[in-house]
């Protein structure tokens, strides 16, 4: 099975369309919505979990872009500051996911993008403000 | 006739620094050391065990000498970085503590507040080379006839500035949960409600004061690392109390020491000194700081070897107990434990999480062990002893 997590930008005039459904019925895949914020004729955003063949994933993903939803991997949009981390682990108490996390012996503060589902709890909980998950912006801007 | 059968004064372990002799290890090699071969024999060969610890420590903040301007000023209104800093001193000198905020913060009005800019930034700002705004206030005097200045200025630009903590290096500290059904924003991080995660703070078997139990050879005028340049221990730090609790080996079972350091900042480095923003809480600066401990008998040796699994801390209730000083535990976890991942607390299983970095402490060690090696660094001989206890600890346990 292939898993991988999604941000999704809905244009408009998606966002009255049963998109997620279509995922279902054609492409077999078993979906997660981990955040959405999807308003009638507004510009909508989701984080979605995508599990299913690696062939059917990737369908389904072209069938979305046909649509005009614009897909990023979710991965590539959280970041941690290498420079500014001093390896505390207060981010560790908080992430539901274990994307942060310790290795032991050592106690290295890790993290793994892969894992990380964007709920942002590590962000204000992180003393030097390490993490950075730069699509709240364009959540705001969304909801403005 | 002394008690030990190994005995080594200051000035030997020094002569031998500067001969490029020493043996210098870090607190965590000591540990296999002395277990392997003993106390006796480890104190026959290290000379310096490196201690460090890398953390939020509040008690905390620099004296800053700004600069005189034409005409004379006496501040006595001070703004840096639109954060107040007390200027009821001379002319121009001011205190800045790491934990006042900017003024036009919003604090804990939007709760939980950020808090992401206060005295400890500014801390970080200065010795990260970048220029601060420093505004001032004052009333004429004959001799002080300026009545507001405003200035940009840099570390550079300061005549002196020393950064003095009237307390760090806290000698253990609690474990904190929270066993109310809200979600509490404290100093020791944010705690779930009903006991579901544990934060602790203490680099444990790395952090100086608990591989000096009883301050044998901390004292004023230890030398050490203090935010990457060179400090002193100048004091006992507030709230020193050497009568906690204890273990059989010496480690106290609570808070108990702590020490007042203080060293001239323009040594000092943004790597070691690193202004935090605890959400709800308020603002702070992370200090860098490592203690070089003289292996100067057996007993020096049997106390540099403790092990997390051998130091021992309670855990305590931070969504009511605390602040309403309600004197109370759930009982006491290892280090090791608190290590692991996770502990048992009123028969739940509950996550952990290090507040204190142990890989920056490790570092630390590791730096300070390197510049004694290089003869960069000797140590610093206390000429008075920090408050103690009668002891007495059987090392061959």
């Known amino acids: 099975m292939y898993t991988r997590i999604y941000f999704l930008r809905f244009p408009k005039e998606t966002s009255d369309q049963p998109i997620i459904y279509q995922l279902v019925r054609r492409y077999d895949i078993e979906f997660n919505i981990l955040k959405a914020d999807i308003l009638p004729q507004r510009e909508g955003i989701m984080i979605l979990e995508l599990k299913g063949l690696r062939e059917n994933v990737k369908e389904a993903l072209a069938y979305l872009k046909d649509l005009g939803v614009n897909v990023e991997r979710l991965a590539g949009k959280i970041r941690r500051d290498e420079d500014r981390c001093f390896q505390c682990g207060a981010c560790t108490g908080v992430c539901p996911v274990g994307a942060l996390f310790i290795r032991r012996p050592d106690m290295a503060v890790l993290f793994d993008p892969e894992k990380c589902t964007g709920c942002g709890l590590c962000v204000p909980v992180c003393p030097i403000r390490a993490m950075e998950v730069c699509f709240d912006e364009i959540v705001e801007e969304a909801l403005i | ?397």
């Open chain 2, 1 to 397: 006739m002394s008690k030990f059968q190994v005995n080594k004064t200051y000035a030997e372990i020094n002569a031998r620094i500067r001969a490029g002799e020493a043996v210098v290890v870090n607190a965590e090699e000591m540990i296999d050391i002395v277990r392997r071969d003993g106390p006796v024999e480890a104190a026959r060969k290290v000379d310096v065990v490196t201690t460090g610890t890398f953390s939020t420590m509040c008690s905390s903040g620099a004296f800053l000498n700004f600069g005189q301007t034409t005409p004379t000023i006496k501040a006595a209104r001070v703004w840096i970085n639109k954060v107040p800093a007390y200027a009821g001193l001379a002319a121009i000198d001011i205190y800045l503590g790491v934990t006042e905020p900017a003024e036009d913060d919003p604090l804990n009005k939007i709760y939980p507040g950020e808090f992401r800019y206060g005295g400890g930034h500014i801390i970080e700002d200065l010795v990260a080379g970048r220029k601060v705004f420093l505004e001032a206030k004052a009333y004429p005097t004959d001799c002080y006839a300026n009545r507001k200045c405003k200035k940009e200025l840099a570390l550079a630009d300061m005549g002196h500035a020393l950064l003095c903590n009237p307390r760090n290096g806290y000698q253990n500290y609690n474990c904190a949960v929270n066993m109310t059904d809200r979600t509490v924003y404290t100093y020791m991080g944010t705690l779930k409600p009903h006991c579901r995660n544990a934060n602790y703070c203490s680099a444990g078997e790395l952090s100086p004061l608990l591989n000096d139990p009883y301050y044998r050879t901390i004292g004023l005028g230890t030398r050490i690392f203090l935010g990457g340049g060179v400090g002193y221990v100048t004091w006992q730090g507030s709230q020193h109390n050497p009568h906690a609790p204890r273990s059989p080996n010496g480690t106290p079972r609570r808070p108990a020491g702590t020490i007042m350091v203080q060293g001239d900042l323009k040594q000092m480095s943004a790597h070691w000194l690193r202004g935090v923003s605890l959400q709800g809480y308020g603002c702070s600066l992370a200090v860098g700081l490592g203690v070089p401990i003289p292996i100067l008998d057996e007993e020096m040796a049997y106390f540099t070897g403790v092990s997390d699994a051998e130091i021992f801390t309670q855990v305590v209730d931070y969504g009511h107990d605390y602040t309403n000083r309600v004197d109370r535990n759930y009982g006491e976890v290892s280090y090791a434990a608190l290590r692991s991942g996770e502990i048992e607390v009123a028969g739940k299983k509950v996550p952990t999480a290090p507040l204190s970095s142990r890989v920056k402490a490790l570092e630390i060690a590791e730096i300070l062990k390197q510049w004694i090696l290089d003869r960069k660094f000797e140590l610093g001989e206390p000429v008075a002893q920090l408050p103690t206890v009668d002891y007495s600890v059987d090392i061959n346990k």
